[in-house]
């Protein structure tokens, strides 16, 4: 037998949902069985809407996830860009005490 079956389980709380709409639209005259086979109808609907809704949910969770993972990768990447940038302008204060010195013996030397 097999662990798990593809059947769906339909949930009490969907069935009584269904067959108190059905019986809310139920017509004079209308036979158990018709308002049985409606029931159904409406308990597969509402199925059928629960399905689409938790994917439409995994979806927006899965973007919302993608897009909140993206800023901190940028971030790290700024993180780098503002750290080069630190390096380089450490680099020019002494490339240009080093060109003054030169400059300076220049000048003297003259």
Sequence with gaps: MPKYTKKNKISAE?????IKIARGTQRPGQTKEQTRLIAQGIQKGIDLYKKQQKGKARELDKKLRKVTSTPE???SSRDNIQHKQ??????????LLVVSWIAFAIYTMM
């Design 14 to 18: 969907t069935k009584d949902d269904a």
């Design 73 to 75: 990768s940028k971030e």
């Design 86 to 95: 630190a390096v380089k302008s450490n680099l020019l204060p002494w490339f």
